[in-house]
């Protein structure tokens, strides 16, 4: 009977959804962290249960040829890269399969073969958003990283390759501020202590970085001095804020801003348009391949000029104002209110005047405005969180007979089983574009065109 801290000699068969390799014995499962396939390899048993277990990299004794040296030193313990070691090429040719296996899996039909992954621009620094849990360690002492895989446990290490540059620094200052004023931070066990997360944005056309910290308090002390030390390392620093969370739950941001420094935003530009991002505002954490994502959107749109779009989940109007220039008017929905004001003012700052950006469940402004106004949208475009569209959006969107419909997704099994979904009620998947959003990582975003059959 295995048991944990057993050592185990494995050939590593394949790669699992969330970058383990995976070995057989039997029957039984081994996922084993930072193994590619092809390799033989030495593990230590973390943990067991019926039918599967997790083991940690001890060595490797038989290379995989797409084995590369990873950039971070922290990748064997962190959770954020799953398969820095995977050279870029087979990360591509992964992440096509994850779609493919998930899309034939729920049965879609396609009417060609998904292509390769589109390759990212960039695929280290390039993240503009890093957020940064903050606790103590064993020893007693406020450390701030990022968590290691399957656990609440903080790796203490604020560099990262794929993040900014500037993130190192603000960690630091913003820690020793903690540590020389006794300011401690939250417990998740308790409820109690003030600081719960850093959280840094960069603007990458403005070079523009926003720090903003998540407390659960109404105050950070002493946070003038804070302010002073930052912005007297970090010359590129524009805001600074606290977000207050006081809820005892693990959900990160909170619903109140408290604005210390600046103007409450950044300004960061996709192609020719720029975009104000407040704090709680979402925001594609690559900028520089949001435009190829959205350049595939606008593709699959093929506007002639004439044409009502809507654009649901549309947080601070990515992808509304990107479109609004070919159409005749788009309606960008978005249930934060926030992200809807932010989206009002990336319209006036950008000169487009054919953009309505309202607040709401998207099902049900999309039904006032097809029940009570009488629009019809020519062109439907949902960008929905991980966990995909809701059910009655889906319903909503079925209902109104839509002829063309382009889905954004971030996960491949959401994306599967709504684009089952619409299937089922009519509608033909025509093309399906990954693109790698998140290089080192399992993560691909996946661009679906679908039109009435």
């Known amino acids: ?79 954020g890269c799953q398969v820095q070691e995977l050279d870029y090429d087979a990360q591509l040719a992964f992440k096509r399969k994850l779609v493919v296996d998930s899309l034939r899996s729920s049965g879609v039909m396609l009417d060609e073969e ?24 064993t020893d007693g002492e406020i450390v701030a990283g990022f968590y290691a895989r399957r656990s609440h ?25 903690l540590n020389r004023y006794n300011i401690q931070p939250y417990d998740e066990t308790t409820h109690t202590g003030t600081v719960r997360y850093i959280m840094i944005r960069k603007a990458f056309a403005t070079d523009s970085v926003m720090v903003s910290i998540v407390i ?44 210390l420094y600046g103007d409450g935003y950044i300004t960061e530009a996709i192609g020719e348009l720029k975009y104000r991002i407040s704090p709680l505002a979402f925001f594609q954490v690559n900028t520089l391949q949001a435009k190829v994502l959205y350049d595939k959107v606008l593709e699959f749109a093929d506007l002639k000029g004439d044409e009502i779009v809507f654009d ?18 788009v309606y960008g929905v978005e249930i934060i209110l926030q992200a809807v004001l932010d989206a009002r003012q990336n319209a006036v700052i950008n000169g487009i005047n054919n953009a309505v950006f309202l607040e709401g469940k998207s099902e049900d402004v999309v039904s006032e405005l097809v029940r009570n106004e009488g629009v019809k949208a020519d062109v439907v475009v949902v960008d929905p969180p991980r966990k995909g569209c809701e059910k009655s959006l889906l319903d909503t969107i079925i209902n109104m007979r839509t002829s063309r419909l382009i889905y954004v997704s971030c996960d491949p099994k959401s994306l599967a089983r709504d684009l ?8 033909k998947t025509k093309h399906v574009q990954p693109v790698d959003m998140f290089p080192h990582t399992v993560h691909v975003e996946s661009v679906a065109y679908l039109e009435i059959c």
């Open 312 to 329: 649901l989940y549309c947080g601070v109007g990515t992808i509304a104002l990107y479109l609004a220039r070919h159409c005749r008017r």
């Open 1 to 79: 009977m295995m048991k944990p801290n057993d050592i185990l000699t494995l050939d590593i068969q394949s790669l699992g959804d969330d970058g383990d390799g995976i070995a057989k014995l039997g029957r039984y499962t081994v996922y084993v962290g930072n193994a590619l396939p092809g390799e033989r390899v030495v593990a230590r048993v973390a943990d067991v249960a019926k039918s599967y277990s997790h083991a940690a990299l001890l060595r490797v004794l038989r290379r995989s040829k797409y084995r590369v040296q990873p950039h971070c030193q922290c990748v064997a313990r962190c959770g």
């Open 153 to 177: 446990q903080i790796i203490p290490s604020a560099e990262c390759p794929v993040g900014a540059d500037e993130n190192v620094n603000i960690v630091d200052i913003i820690i020793r501020h």
């Open 114 to 137: 998904i292509p390769m992954t589109i390759l990212g621009r960039r695929i280290f620094n390039f993240r503009n958003k890093a957020i940064y849990p903050v606790a103590k360690n």
């Open 216 to 259: 659960n308090d109404n105050m950070l002390p002493y946070h003038n001095i804070l302010i002073e030390s930052l912005l007297s390392v970090v010359k590129n620093i524009k805001d600074i804020s606290l977000t207050v969370n006081c809820d005892a739950t693990n959900r990160i941001r909170g619903n109140e801003v408290i604005n």
């Open 420 to 427: 089952r979904i619409l299937q089922d009620n009519g509608m």
